[in-house]
């Protein structure tokens, strides 16, 4: 009973680590045949929908309407057609036509087709929604890491600061600071935006990072002789960022929405911009004459959040280091 | 002040000359209780209240007693992990904490921990290479880039885990290999002292002789000193050279593990062992079983006198107004009881 | 070769006078449905347990101690767990076939649980006397004072100090032993015929464990109950238990007094378990040690599933699962023994080699 | 719809109209608020039946040169709480009011009165007097007011809420007042719930003829922040009157509450244009600005996107003014290729042309008339909207970037309210900056000149004037819309729409 | 518990302090000139501008004016508007609106995101959870003034159940609708973190020794793990309301609701720089205050973290 320890696992060779050690276990090919036992009856457990069948299926569709948004955002001529620009050939007489054969979306206020109107819309929107999501992200990590790492007088500096910018409200501060901007584009909207919406995520992550903190491979990690940066970089922010990633994919949508909730107190983005929510604060006085301004850009949006929340879940399945 | 300073600590016989690789002197650690308005006096976790040990190079100490004691802090405080509130942590009889520099990279390389459980001490999401591998990032001198595969396969060799597995996560492996893991990062830099605070309690029977086994060959091997940390008594015992059992921030007793284990001079550290079942049964006579009743006290407000006499069968009168002091019981074994020395050995 | 059903001790105890026997688990197979397959947990389980009997379970990690007991008590998560065949007769009612409601009056007062980490094992939310007399309240129906006064009963009981004044007191203000007997309070509060400690004392230091084990054993005799303590811990089963089923991936590999499994091993696994303890005498050698790890219970080998890490592999083992036979029958069957292995009469003979 | 919200007391003859929070209820602090028409009798007053302006709280107003004006105020009118109205109600109330220092919104209405710069050092040192100087009290019944200079308008400016008369109370006892108000109107204030609503009581006390007081007997102020509220409100049944439909919202109430509920404003009061600061480099030449003018398809505008509710401008007055010529801005039709020529003969323009504007407002408007300025011209044009006061701010402080675009209306009907914006330093001068002494010449005497026709005759020659230089694109004249219930028979005043002056209909 | 809110107390002075400031200097940056909006097109005479400036103190150096700004706020004193109005009672004036709403919404929200959450929770996995995530984020996707409108239309004008606009019906009934739509809009996170936080108390050990005692599903769910999967969305919970009452801008001028949102609105573009930081300093206030009874009531559901 005094075998060597250090030959036995290293014997192992077979594809999983679970899998049995011995590589003369029999290949499963070679499974002996087992006689039916006659005891009681089997239950036969319902098929759930759970793992690949359900999580495939998820993926595949969420990663698909990112996909396909993210595409119209680069590259709106390949749906609205080569050449097209939404504020060409634009008929003023024709003013919120119903969509028709020749408009399949109808025509918007301004005489023009609203079909390539929606398609470049996305641009902005998704640019807007990613960008601002990005941003906070970025800030939420660091910030949070900071504060949750390092504690003490960080921690308070942060945190405060977390207070305050949560304490502002959001539409105050949007507004004050694009007003500070005398052409309103897309990047001011998302400075703006940008500016104040880190707050949460900062929480989020830092909770998190407090957690992960004290697990002990960051102290063995410490006691190597790494550095904060690395311990951070390392262990730190891969460990507590999925929490927040969902929660920012779930931000995305509220990010898109809030652009044109700007756009309708006349902060937003201004013309010749295209956006969905531009398109969506000048439909709502046309909502009884002339509906269809709402509804396109309306389901295209509720669409792309939907994506990216479900986008959001099934990459957090993803990350997780167990794999489920 | 204690006499445990003035007092000399046994140390294995044939190293009684040298200096010691590594030293505790008078170490305390408290931490401070949180506390909500910024007056008043300050209360704290006595963690570690007091600590003399001395430790020589290719020797293993191994330290027991109940949850909460302290034995992690010692080992945190040994680490370099956590700066004691006072005393000294004396390495090669260099205080580590004054280390700065290529020093203190240095005391870095040559002390490392191995933790309770394996699978939290390690990144999940990190490869096993990248896990075997992250010393040797940090401390690029001891493994140039070039080499760096190879070394670490060599590691993985030496610890019985298969090389080709390098690519896999932590969770693909049992509770075995992922301690297996951890010790191949912890003696990756080639350090002189390992720390192992409980090191098996996680594994199962089966796999802990693994690695006691694997402990075991690596201090033949590479002549590593290690401080091991243990609930389960018959493997400090079979892994110790000398054994120090703590209580409440304390040592309370240390010897060689067979001072410790067969002539035990305290009360609880008899206790302690009466409560192991199995100590019983491979221990030619009978021991007494003793139950101790009531819980250990705070280690905020740590009982006056003896710390141990609000539990201790043999309590007089003087153990609740007298600290009792380290006794010599012999060349080798001191305790802390005022009866140390008229006990019947067990 | 479709033997496992040669000889069950269960087969054995239909002799016996059905009254004793409290709880017999035939042939019980747990499965699992995770994203890789399908991990059969528990395959073919089978013992029982007589009433003031003391049945300690060994076995490693992952082994399917917990998933056993949480299958009787039916308190596995279905989905992912099913139950796709066997039986958990307690007192001859099959648990896995009574309407819940009969199965929530049993579960809870004829046969209740100790869990393995009293922290997480109680809710932190609410007060450790409100956790004993709900038991009160819902199965006896007891007012809110009375269910009160009852909690503090069994609190005295298991030997919480001043249990009056900390009946309202949450479970984080106790030291993880008193928790522990808090569970125990819980488990012991219906006076249940059966009690099922899943690893009670494998989070505690050793002088609590042996508090713990002490209140145990003392609560068991006391009441005449059942008790099934699963443990991995070789000494806890010798100090406690009469009888021990040694359980390796899945299944029982080894049944019997447990004296006499634990000191002639007649079974490979058990017999490496046993020889594991690091006695005395092999300081400063190498200790005995069960090479490898166990297998995946998603893919199973065809043979016996410790084949891998058996030094009396033949090639019969990689074929074939070798079934728990008797290996000394015996008059009294609480003495007799079975082992699950082709080479049982070789391991027994290599006993302290 | 309409009725709903009458459900007062039995046979109760309430209306209740659109309102935004007052700032305040007296007159002089808020003068454009419903609540201060409705409280407060001025002196003169526009009869919406002859849509003429005849005497009210005065008997008579006069004046030979324009310059001096002699008022005679009726006898024995008294405030709603019986204190006799008095010269010295008006007095006090208007020297108040031009005290800079008290900072009423009113203050600005006095500013042709003589010794108004007294009350109103520019430099922010102490007034050196408390009273007009050109104010001068006769005796109980009459007052005398001496204007800097000749301005045949005067009976018009004693027309507006900044010109009420105030009771003792005010002076003695300011917060209270504030609190309860107390004028001479037909109506008198019975309670405010702030933001709310303001209920107004009609005032039997009220001698004026019928022609200046509405049909109902109590007035409820709805306040909302928006008129789309109020609409919503209003098909919900629950208001009776609203004024400043958007010509979006009119096809809507069109086809939800029906034709009747549509009240068209008789008298076009408002403009839209687009102003041309002198300032701006590269817009100097008129000859672009005729241009950018021809090049914008006004008419396919007011039919499609304006839905109707507009025609287009060809003056810098509305037609409803006396001086309107028909045709007097030659190139206020569309014609891309004239457009264009002129353009070439302006020597082209390469620049961007910025067009700033409200962001609030009109946005869709002014989009397509960039729009079209763009296409037509083949020039680059860029919107810059921008939140109120820095439009105000960039305007006052002559830092304007390009054309703006606005829409301008009336205090009272007179073309000197439309012409004074290209008089030099004339009312709203500040836009465009523009001036030229031969128009000042000619305001001044049309001003002064206190035979109608004769004074239209001189304004239209200024008008003529300035359209040479087209400091100003006219662009629309919007078509003003009332909503009703069924039981609000609106009325309005020389294109003023005033909801007090509604007669109960059910 | 005493000394722990004194603490939190002083921690909020900074918060404040920083706040204002950034408002301030925000508001102070602001392009244009408040005098201007005075009056619109028209300009007021230059003397009143002039008597203007002097009074507000607005040619005075930024930090002069901040510096007079909080000394009068230390006195509890908001200053006054270009009315002369106490932007003090201005801002109480709307706040019991604003206060009513926001609360409405909050326990709307509360309502249907708790149930939603459960919901998902408990059919964690199953095609319920997932309609429940698809429910809550449809909502999350459609813009809010598109709920806001049509739930205007179809509940206010077609069915007359509410009023459509203003609160002259008073609450509950003027508060309603505005409400739902504010709850609608904001529960899809709310579900979404009490459906995390459900489905990770439903694995928890406590939850599997509630069932080992033969409690009844119904019992579990609602005795034992409702209360701690509670745990983490209290943060949220206090968080949101405090968020609400800033929030609600454009509910507010949709539903005709005289709220703090729509005062903001204004004086901004008014560019009232004092009424804008005074509100901003109320909602900082009142998101502190918030803030720290949400950390009081933590305490009182985790008894863990009691203080
Ligand atoms: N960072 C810390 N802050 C405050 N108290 C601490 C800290 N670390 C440890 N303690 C306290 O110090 C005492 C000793 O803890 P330590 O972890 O060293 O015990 P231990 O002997 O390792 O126990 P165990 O056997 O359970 O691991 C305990 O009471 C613990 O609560
Ligand atoms: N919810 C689950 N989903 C998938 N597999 C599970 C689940 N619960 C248990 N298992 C699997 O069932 C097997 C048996 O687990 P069980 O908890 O019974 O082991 P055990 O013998 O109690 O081990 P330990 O000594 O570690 O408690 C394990 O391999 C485990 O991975
Ligand atoms: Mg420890
Ligand atoms: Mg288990
Ligand atoms: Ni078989």
Same mark, same amino acid.
């Given at each position: 009973?005094?075998?060597?320890?250090?030959?036995?696992?290293?014997?192992?060779?077979?594809?999983?680590?679970?899998?049995?050690?011995?590589?003369?276990?029999?290949?499963?090919?070679?499974?002996?045949?087992?006689?039916?036992?006659?005891?009681?009856?089997?239950?036969?457990?319902?098929?759930?929908?759970?793992?690949?069948?359900?999580?495939?299926?998820?993926f595949?569709?969420?990663?698909?309407?990112?996909?396909?948004?993210?595409?119209?955002?680069?590259?709106?001529?390949?749906?609205?057609?080569?050449?097209?620009?939404?504020?060409?050939?634009?008929?003023?007489?024709?003013?919120?036509?119903?969509?028709?054969?020749?408009?399949?979306?109808?025509?918007?206020?301004?005489?023009?087709?609203?079909?390539?109107?929606?398609?470049?819309?996305?641009?902005?929107?998704?640019?807007?929604?990613?960008?601002?999501?990005?941003?906070?992200?970025?800030?939420?990590?660091?910030?949070?890491?900071?504060?949750?790492?390092?504690?003490?007088?960080?921690?308070?500096i942060?945190?405060?600061?977390?207070?305050?910018?949560?304490?502002?409200?959001?539409?105050?501060?949007?507004?004050?600071v694009?007003?500070?901007?005398?052409?309103?584009?897309?990047?001011?909207?998302?400075?703006?935006?940008?500016?104040?919406?880190?707050?949460?995520?900062?929480?989020?992550?830092?909770?998190?990072?407090?957690?992960?903190?004290?697990?002990?491979?960051?102290?063995?990690?410490?006691?190597?002789?790494?550095?904060?940066?690395?311990?951070?970089?390392?262990?730190?922010?891969?460990?507590?960022?999925?929490?927040?990633?969902?929660?920012?994919?779930?931000?995305?949508?509220?990010?898109?929405?809030?652009?044109?909730?700007?756009?309708?107190?006349?902060?937003?983005?201004?013309?010749?911009?295209?956006?969905?929510?531009?398109?969506?604060?000048?439909?709502?006085?046309?909502?009884?004459?002339?509906?269809?301004?709402?509804?396109?850009?309306?389901?295209?949006?509720?669409?792309?959040?939907?994506?990216?929340?479900?986008f959001?879940e099934?990459?957090?399945?993803?990350?997780?280091p167990?794999?489920? | 002040?204690?006499?445990?300073?003035?007092?000399?600590?046994?140390?294995?016989?044939?190293?009684?000359?040298?200096?010691?690789?590594?030293?505790?002197?008078?170490?305390?650690?408290h931490?401070?209780? %949180?506390?909500?308005?910024p007056?008043?006096?300050?209360k704290?976790?006595?963690a570690?209240?007091?600590?003399?040990?001395?430790?020589?190079?290719?020797?293993?100490?191994?330290?027991?007693?109940?949850?909460?004691?302290?034995?992690?802090?010692?080992?945190?405080?040994?680490?370099?992990?956590?700066?004691?509130?006072?005393?000294?942590?004396?390495?090669?009889?260099?205080?580590?904490?004054?280390?700065?520099?290529?020093?203190?990279?240095?005391?870095?390389?040559?002390?490392?921990?191995?933790?309770?459980?394996?699978?939290?001490?390690?990144?999940?999401?990190?490869?096993?290479?990248?896990?075997?591998?992250?010393?040797?990032?940090?401390?690029?001198?001891?493994?140039?880039?070039?080499?760096?595969k190879?070394?670490?396969?060599?590691?993985?060799?030496?610890?019985?885990?298969?090389?080709?597995?390098?690519?896999?996560?932590?969770?693909?492996?049992?509770?075995?290999?992922?301690?297996?893991?951890?010790?191949?990062?912890?003696?990756?830099?080639?350090?002189?002292?390992?720390?192992?605070?409980e090191?098996?309690?996680?594994?199962?029977?089966?796999?802990?002789?693994?690695?006691?086994?694997?402990?075991?060959?690596?201090?033949?091997?590479?002549?590593?000193?290690?401080?091991?940390?243990?609930?389960?008594?018959?493997?400090?015992?079979?892994?110790?050279?000398?054994?120090?059992?703590?209580?409440?921030?304390?040592?309370?007793?240390?010897?060689?593990?067979?001072?410790?284990?067969?002539?035990?001079?305290?009360?609880?550290?008899?206790?302690?062992?009466? %409560?192991?079942?199995?100590?019983?049964?491979?221990?030619?006579?009978?021991?007494?079983?003793?139950?101790?009743?009531?819980?250990?006290?705070?280690?905020?407000?740590?009982?006056?006198?003896c710390?141990?006499h609000?539990?201790?069968?043999?309590?007089?009168?003087?153990?609740?107004?007298?600290?009792?002091?380290l006794?010599?019981?012999?060349?080798?074994?001191?305790?802390?009881?005022?009866?140390?020395?008229?006990?019947?050995?067990? | 070769?479709?033997?496992?059903?040669?000889?069950?001790?269960?087969?054995?105890?239909?002799?016996?006078?059905?009254?004793?026997v409290?709880?017999?688990?035939?042939?019980?197979?747990?499965?699992?449905?995770?994203?890789?397959?399908?991990?059969?947990?528990?395959?073919?389980?089978?013992?029982?347990?007589?009433?003031?009997?003391?049945?300690?379970?060994?076995?490693?990690?992952?082994?399917?101690?917990?998933?056993?007991?949480?299958?009787i008590?039916?308190?596995?998560?279905?989905?992912?767990?099913?139950?796709?065949?066997?039986?958990?007769?307690?007192?001859?009612?099959?648990?896995?076939?009574?309407?819940?409601?009969?199965?929530?009056?049993?579960?809870?007062?004829?046969?209740?649980?100790?869990?393995?980490?009293?922290?997480?094992?109680?809710?932190?939310?609410?007060?450790?006397?409100?956790?004993?007399?709900?038991?009160?309240?819902?199965?006896?129906?007891?007012?809110?004072?009375?269910?009160?006064?009852?909690?503090?009963?069994?609190?005295?009981?298991?030997?919480?100090?001043?249990?009056?004044?900390?009946?309202?007191?949450?479970?984080?203000?106790?030291?993880?032993?008193?928790?522990?007997?808090?569970?125990?309070?819980m488990?012991?509060?219906?006076?249940p015929?059966?009690?099922?400690?899943?690893?009670?004392?494998?989070?505690?230091?050793?002088?609590?464990?042996?508090?713990?084990?002490?209140?145990?054993?003392?609560?068991?005799?006391?009441?005449?109950?059942?008790?099934?303590?699963?443990?991995?811990d070789?000494?806890?089963?010798?100090?406690?238990?009469?009888?021990?089923?040694?359980?390796?991936?899945?299944?029982?590999?080894?049944?019997?007094? +447990?004296?006499?499994?634990?000191?002639?091993?007649?079974?490979?696994?058990?017999?490496?378990?046993?020889?594991?303890?690091?006695?005395?005498?092999?300081?400063?050698?190498?200790?005995?040690?069960?090479?490898?790890?166990?297998?995946?219970?998603?893919?199973?080998?065809?043979?016996?599933?410790?084949?891998?890490?058996?030094?009396?592999? +033949?090639?019969?083992?990689?074929?074939?699962?070798?079934?728990?036979?008797?290996?000394?029958?015996?008059?009294?069957?609480?003495?007799?023994?079975?082992?699950?292995?082709?080479?049982?009469?070789?391991v027994?003979?290599?006993?302290?080699? | 719809?309409?009725?709903?919200?009458?459900?007062?007391?039995?046979?109760?003859?309430?209306?209740?109209?659109?309102?935004?929070?007052?700032?305040?209820?007296?007159?002089?602090?808020?003068?454009g608020?419903?609540?201060?028409?409705?409280t407060?009798?001025?002196?003169?007053?526009?009869?919406?039946?002859?849509?003429?302006?005849?005497?009210?709280?005065?008997?008579?107003?006069t004046?030979?040169?324009?310059?001096?004006?002699?008022?005679?105020?009726?006898?024995?009118?008294?405030?709603?709480?019986?204190?006799?109205?008095?010269?010295?109600?008006?007095?006090?109330?208007?020297n108040?009011?031009?005290t800079?220092?008290?900072?009423?919104?009113?203050?600005?209405?006095?500013?042709?009165?003589?010794?108004?710069?007294?009350?109103?050092?520019?430099?922010?040192?102490?007034?050196?007097?408390?009273?007009?100087?050109g104010?001068?009290?006769?005796?109980?019944?009459?007052?005398?007011?001496?204007?800097?200079?000749?301005?045949?308008?005067?009976?018009?400016?004693?027309?507006?809420?900044?010109?009420?008369?105030?009771?003792?109370?005010?002076?003695?006892?300011?917060?209270?007042?504030?609190?309860?108000?107390i004028?001479?109107?037909?109506?008198?204030?019975?309670?405010?719930?702030?933001?709310?609503?303001?209920?107004?009581?009609?005032?039997?006390?009220?001698?004026?003829?019928?022609?200046?007081?509405?049909?109902?007997?109590?007035?409820?102020?709805?306040?909302?922040?928006?008129?789309?509220?109020?609409?919503?409100?209003?098909?919900?049944?629950?208001?009776?009157?609203?004024?400043?439909?958007?010509?979006?919202?009119?096809?809507?109430?069109?086809?939800?509450?029906g034709?009747?509920?549509?009240?068209?404003?008789?008298?076009?009061?408002?403009?839209?244009?687009?102003?041309?600061?002198?300032?701006?480099?590269?817009?100097?030449?008129?000859?672009?600005?005729?241009?950018?003018?021809?090049s914008?398809?006004?008419?396919?505008?007011?039919?499609?996107?304006?839905?109707?509710y507009?025609?287009?401008?060809?003056?810098?007055?509305?037609?409803?003014?006396?001086?309107?010529?028909?045709?007097?801005?030659?190139?206020?039709?569309?014609?891309?290729?004239?457009?264009?020529?002129?353009?070439?003969?302006?020597?082209?323009?390469?620049?961007?042309?910025?067009?700033?504007?409200?962001?609030?407002?009109?946005q869709?408007?002014?989009?397509?008339?960039?729009?079209?300025?763009?296409?037509?011209?083949?020039?680059?044009?860029?919107?810059?909207?921008?939140?109120?006061?820095?439009?105000?701010?960039?305007?006052?402080?002559?830092?304007?970037e390009?054309?703006?675009?606005?829409?301008?209306?009336?205090?009272?009907?007179?073309?000197?309210?439309y012409?004074?914006?290209?008089?030099?330093?004339?009312?709203?001068n500040?836009?465009?900056?523009?001036?030229?002494?031969?128009?000042?010449?000619?305001?001044?005497?049309?001003?002064?000149?206190?035979?109608?026709?004769?004074?239209?005759?001189?304004?239209?020659?200024?008008?003529?004037?300035?359209?040479?230089?087209?400091?100003?694109i006219?662009?629309?004249?919007?078509?003003?819309?009332?909503?009703?219930?069924?039981?609000?028979?609106?009325?309005?005043?020389?294109?003023?729409?005033?909801?007090?002056?509604?007669?109960?209909?059910? | 518990?005493?000394?722990?809110?004194?603490?939190?107390?002083?921690?909020?002075?900074?918060?404040?302090?920083?706040?204002?400031?950034?408002?301030?200097?925000?508001?102070?940056?602001?392009?244009?000139?408040?005098?201007?909006?005075?009056?619109?097109?028209?300009?007021?005479?230059?003397?009143?501008?002039?008597?203007?400036?002097?009074?507000?103190?607005l040619?005075?150096?930024?930090?002069?004016?901040?510096?007079?700004?909080?000394?009068?706020?230390?006195?509890?004193?908001?200053?006054?508007?270009?009315?002369?109005?106490?932007?003090?009672?201005?801002?109480?004036?709307?706040?019991?609106?604003?206060?009513?709403?926001?609360?409405?919404?909050?326990?709307?929200?509360?309502?249907?995101?708790?149930?939603?959450?459960?919901y998902?929770?408990?059919?964690?996995?199953?095609?319920?959870?997932?309609?429940?995530?698809?429910?809550t984020?449809?909502?999350?996707?459609?813009?809010?003034?598109?709920?806001?409108?049509?739930?205007?239309?179809?509940?206010?004008?077609?069915?007359?159940?509410?009023?459509?606009?203003?609160?002259?019906?008073?609450?509950?009934?003027?508060?309603?609708?505005?409400?739902?739509?504010?709850?609608?809009?904001?529960?899809?996170?709310?579900?979404?973190?009490?459906?995390?936080?459900?489905?990770?108390?439903?694995?928890?050990?406590?939850?599997?020794?509630?069932?080992?005692?033969?409690?009844?599903?119904?019992?579990?769910?609602?005795?034992?793990?409702?209360?701690?999967?509670?745990?983490?969305?209290?943060?949220?919970?206090?968080?949101?309301?405090?968020?609400?009452?800033?929030?609600?801008?454009?509910?507010?001028?949709?539903?005709?609701?005289?709220?703090?949102?729509g005062?903001?609105?204004?004086?901004?573009?008014?560019?009232?720089?004092?009424?804008?930081?005074?509100?901003?300093?109320?909602?900082?206030?009142?998101?502190?205050?918030?803030?720290?009874?949400?950390?009081?009531?933590?305490?009182?559901?985790?008894?863990?973290?009691?203080?």
């Amino acid at each position: 009973m005094s075998q060597s320890t250090q030959t036995n696992p290293g014997a192992d060779t077979a594809a999983d680590p679970l899998a049995p050690t011995n590589p003369i276990t029999a290949p499963a090919g070679l499974k002996a045949p087992v006689a039916p036992v006659p005891v009681g009856p089997r239950r036969v457990a319902k098929k759930i929908n759970r793992g690949p069948i359900w999580l495939k299926p998820r993926f595949l569709i969420s990663g698909s309407i990112v996909a396909l948004m993210l595409l119209m955002a680069a590259f709106p001529q390949l749906f609205a057609g080569f050449g097209a620009d939404p504020n060409a050939n634009c008929d003023i007489m024709n003013t919120n036509q119903a969509p028709s054969a020749e408009h399949i979306f109808g025509v918007d206020i301004q005489g023009c087709d609203y079909y390539t109107n929606v398609i470049f819309g996305a641009r902005a929107s998704i640019l807007v929604g990613i960008v601002v999501t990005a941003i906070s992200f970025v800030i939420s990590a660091l910030l949070g890491s900071l504060a949750g790492y390092f504690g003490g007088w960080v921690d308070t500096i942060i945190s405060r600061a977390c207070d305050m910018a949560f304490g502002l409200p959001f539409i105050l501060a949007a507004i004050v600071v694009l007003q500070l901007f005398s052409e309103r584009t897309v990047w001011t909207v998302i400075f703006a935006l940008a500016l104040f919406s880190w707050a949460g995520g900062v929480r989020f992550m830092r909770s998190s990072v407090l957690e992960v903190r004290n697990r002990e491979y960051v102290q063995a990690s410490k006691l190597l002789g790494a550095g904060h940066g690395r311990i951070i970089k390392t262990h730190i922010i891969p460990n507590s960022l999925t929490p927040l990633l969902v929660l920012q994919t779930l931000g995305i949508g509220g990010v898109i929405s809030a652009e044109a909730g700007l756009t309708f107190i006349g902060i937003g983005l201004t013309p010749p911009s295209v956006s969905w929510g531009l398109q969506l604060a000048a439909a709502r006085e046309y909502i009884s004459a002339a509906p269809h301004l709402l509804v396109f850009p309306a389901i295209f949006l509720t669409i792309t959040v939907l994506g990216f929340v479900l986008f959001g879940e099934a990459l957090r399945d993803e990350f997780d280091p167990k794999g489920k | 002040m204690s006499t445990s300073e003035t007092l000399t600590l046994p140390v294995r016989a044939d190293e009684a000359t040298a200096t010691p690789l590594m030293e505790l002197r008078s170490v305390k650690q408290h931490y401070p209780v %949180a506390r909500h308005l910024p007056v008043g006096p300050r209360k704290f976790v006595k963690a570690l209240d007091g600590v003399d040990l001395s430790l020589a190079e290719g020797e293993t100490l191994g330290v027991i007693g109940e949850s909460g004691c302290g034995k992690s802090t010692l080992a945190r405080v040994m680490a370099g992990l956590e700066k004691p509130t006072a005393g000294q942590v004396l390495f090669r009889g260099q205080d580590i904490n004054g280390l700065k520099g290529d020093e203190r990279r240095e005391m870095r390389r040559n002390i490392q921990l191995i933790f309770q459980d394996p699978y939290s001490s390690l990144n999940p999401r990190m490869s096993v290479e990248e896990l075997v591998g992250e010393p040797f990032a940090i401390h690029p001198e001891v493994a140039p880039k070039a080499g760096r595969k190879a070394k670490i396969k060599e590691l993985l060799e030496l610890v019985g885990l298969n090389p080709n597995h390098a690519d896999r996560y932590p969770h693909n492996f049992s509770g075995g290999q992922q301690q297996r893991i951890g010790i191949a990062r912890g003696i990756a830099l080639n350090p002189q002292m390992l720390i192992c605070d409980e090191p098996v309690s996680a594994l199962d029977v089966s796999v802990r002789a693994q690695v006691v086994n694997l402990l075991d060959d690596l201090q033949k091997e590479l002549g590593l000193s290690y401080l091991f940390i243990a609930h389960d008594l018959q493997i400090v015992r079979h892994i110790s050279d000398r054994v120090a059992t703590m209580y409440l921030g304390r040592v309370v007793e240390l010897g060689t593990y067979a001072d410790v284990y067969d002539r035990t001079g305290q009360p609880y550290t008899r206790a302690l062992m009466s %409560a192991a079942p199995e100590l019983r049964r491979n221990d030619g006579t009978d021991r007494e079983r003793i139950v101790l009743q009531g819980d250990p006290p705070s280690p905020i407000d740590p009982p006056a006198g003896c710390r141990f006499h609000t539990r201790c069968p043999m309590a007089q009168a003087i153990c609740a107004t007298k600290e009792p002091e380290l006794v010599q019981i012999s060349d080798t074994h001191v305790a802390r009881c005022h009866f140390a020395t008229n006990t019947p050995t067990n | 070769m479709g033997t496992h059903q040669l000889a069950t001790p269960a087969a054995n105890a239909a002799t016996d006078p059905a009254d004793d026997v409290l709880l017999r688990v035939k042939d019980l197979e747990v499965e699992f449905n995770t994203t890789r397959g399908i991990a059969t947990a528990v395959n073919g389980m089978n013992f029982e347990v007589k009433r003031g009997q003391a049945l300690g379970i060994l076995g490693e990690s992952g082994s399917g101690k917990s998933v056993t007991a949480r299958a009787i008590m039916g308190i596995l998560d279905m989905p992912p767990a099913h139950i796709p065949r066997g039986e958990i007769l307690l007192e001859g009612e099959d648990l896995l076939t009574v309407t819940p409601k009969r199965h929530r009056q049993l579960v809870g007062s004829r046969v209740s649980m100790v869990f393995q980490d009293a922290l997480t094992a109680l809710n932190p939310v609410h007060p450790v006397g409100r956790q004993i007399g709900e038991l009160y309240r819902v199965h006896r129906g007891y007012s809110r004072r009375d269910a009160k006064a009852a909690a503090i009963k069994m609190m005295d009981r298991v030997k919480i100090p001043a249990a009056v004044k900390r009946v309202n007191d949450y479970p984080h203000q106790f030291s993880g032993g008193m928790r522990q007997r808090i569970v125990i309070a819980m488990a012991l509060a219906l006076d249940p015929v059966l009690l099922i400690a899943d690893e009670p004392t494998t989070a505690l230091d050793v002088t609590v464990q042996a508090q713990i084990l002490e209140l145990l054993k003392e609560q068991q005799e006391e009441r005449n109950m059942g008790l099934i303590l699963i443990t991995h811990d070789i000494s806890v089963v010798k100090e406690v238990t009469d009888q021990v089923a040694v359980m390796y991936a899945g299944r029982v590999v080894e049944h019997g007094p +447990t004296a006499e499994v634990l000191n002639r091993p007649g079974h490979p696994y058990s017999r490496g378990l046993a020889a594991s303890i690091a006695g005395e005498e092999l300081k400063g050698q190498r200790l005995p040690a069960i090479p490898g790890t166990p297998p995946d219970l998603l893919n199973l080998p065809a043979g016996c599933s410790f084949a891998n890490r058996c030094s009396f592999v +033949t090639d019969n083992c990689l074929e074939s699962i070798p079934a728990l036979e008797t290996i000394e029958a015996s008059r009294h069957i609480d003495t007799a023994r079975h082992s699950a292995c082709f080479h049982t009469p070789k391991v027994l003979a290599h006993v302290n080699v | 719809a309409g009725t709903g919200n009458n459900a007062g007391a039995e046979g109760e003859k309430k209306l209740s109209f659109q309102l935004t929070e007052p700032k305040s209820l007296v007159p002089h602090e808020d003068p454009g608020s419903q609540v201060a028409m409705a409280t407060c009798a001025n002196l003169m007053e526009v009869n919406t039946e002859t849509q003429t302006l005849e005497p009210l709280a005065a008997k008579s107003v006069t004046s030979t040169d324009a310059k001096t004006w002699k008022i005679q105020l009726q006898d024995d009118w008294t405030f709603q709480d019986g204190a006799p109205v008095t010269a010295n109600s008006f007095a006090d109330a208007w020297n108040k009011t031009a005290t800079g220092s008290n900072a009423w919104q009113g203050n600005g209405y006095f500013a042709t009165f003589v010794g108004y710069k007294d009350l109103n050092p520019t430099d922010g040192s102490t007034p050196k007097a408390d009273k007009l100087s050109g104010v001068k009290v006769i005796d109980e019944n009459n007052l005398e007011v001496t204007l800097t200079a000749a301005n045949a308008d005067f009976p018009k400016l004693l027309s507006t809420s900044a010109l009420c008369p105030l009771p003792e109370q005010a002076f003695s006892d300011p917060k209270g007042y504030e609190a309860n108000p107390i004028s001479n109107g037909p109506y008198q204030f019975a309670s405010w719930n702030h933001n709310v609503e303001v209920v107004l009581e009609k005032w039997d006390g009220f001698k004026g003829a019928a022609g200046f007081s509405g049909g109902a007997d109590k007035l409820v102020g709805q306040i909302y922040t928006a008129v789309d509220a109020a609409y919503t409100d209003m098909t919900a049944g629950n208001l009776d009157m609203i004024r400043n439909v958007p010509a979006t919202m009119v096809s809507k109430a069109k086809s939800q509450l029906g034709e009747e509920s549509l009240y068209e404003v008789k008298t076009g009061s408002k403009q839209y244009t687009l102003q041309i600061p002198g300032y701006v480099k590269g817009l100097e030449n008129p000859d672009l600005r005729k241009a950018i003018s021809m090049s914008i398809d006004r008419e396919a505008i007011a039919t499609s996107l304006l839905q109707g509710y507009a025609t287009s401008s060809d003056s810098l007055v509305p037609p409803s003014l006396d001086s309107y010529k028909k045709g007097s801005c030659d190139s206020c039709t569309f014609d891309a290729a004239g457009a264009k020529a002129l353009l070439e003969k302006a020597g082209g323009f390469d620049g961007t042309l910025i067009i700033e504007h409200n962001s609030t407002s009109d946005q869709q408007l002014v989009q397509v008339i960039s729009k079209q300025i763009q296409d037509n011209l083949g020039i680059k044009v860029q919107l810059k909207p921008m939140m109120g006061t820095e439009l105000e701010a960039r305007r006052n402080g002559k830092k304007l970037e390009g054309a703006v675009f606005g829409l301008w209306g009336w205090s009272y009907k007179s073309p000197d309210q439309y012409l004074s914006q290209y008089e030099t330093g004339g009312d709203g001068n500040v836009t465009t900056g523009y001036s030229n002494p031969a128009v000042d010449k000619l305001m001044v005497a049309a001003r002064g000149e206190q035979d109608e026709a004769k004074s239209a005759g001189l304004y239209a020659d200024a008008e003529a004037l300035i359209m040479k230089d087209m400091p100003s694109i006219p662009l629309f004249i919007p078509t003003d819309f009332g909503l009703r219930s069924k039981c609000a028979a609106m009325n309005d005043s020389q294109g003023d729409l005033q909801f007090y002056r509604a007669g109960y209909g059910c | 518990m005493l000394g722990y809110t004194v603490r939190r107390i002083l921690q909020m002075i900074p918060v404040v302090i920083g706040a204002t400031f950034i408002i301030f200097a925000l508001t102070f940056l602001m392009p244009g000139d408040p005098v201007a909006a005075l009056t619109g097109a028209r300009p007021l005479p230059e003397s009143t501008v002039a008597q203007i400036r002097l009074a507000y103190h607005l040619d005075d150096p930024f930090l002069v004016q901040y510096g007079n700004y909080m000394l009068g706020l230390i006195q509890g004193n908001f200053g006054i508007d270009f009315f002369g109005r106490p932007i003090l009672g201005l801002i109480l004036e709307r706040l019991p609106t604003t206060f009513a709403l926001a609360m409405t919404a909050w326990v709307l929200k509360l309502a249907i995101g708790l149930a939603i959450g459960v919901y998902g929770g408990l059919r964690h996995g199953r095609a319920g959870d997932h309609f429940a995530l698809v429910f809550t984020v449809i909502f999350l996707g459609i813009p809010g003034f598109v709920i806001a409108l049509g739930a205007q239309t179809v509940f206010g004008v077609q069915l007359g159940w509410v009023d459509p606009a203003g609160i002259r019906a008073g609450w509950p009934m003027a508060f309603i609708l505005p409400a739902l739509v504010m709850a609608v809009e904001a529960s899809a996170g709310l579900a979404r973190l009490t459906r995390t936080s459900l489905v990770d108390v439903l694995r928890a050990e406590y939850l599997r020794t509630a069932r080992a005692k033969g409690l009844s599903p119904n019992r579990v769910i609602w005795g034992h793990a409702l209360r701690n999967a509670m745990i983490p969305v209290v943060t949220y919970l206090g968080l949101s309301l405090a968020g609400m009452l800033g929030g609600a801008v454009l509910i507010e001028a949709i539903f005709n609701i005289p709220g703090i949102g729509g005062l903001m609105v204004t004086a901004i573009n008014n560019k009232e720089g004092t009424v804008v930081v005074g509100i901003a300093t109320m909602l900082v206030l009142v998101y502190l205050v918030f803030n720290l009874l949400v950390d009081l009531l933590y305490g009182i559901i985790d008894p863990r973290v009691r203080i």
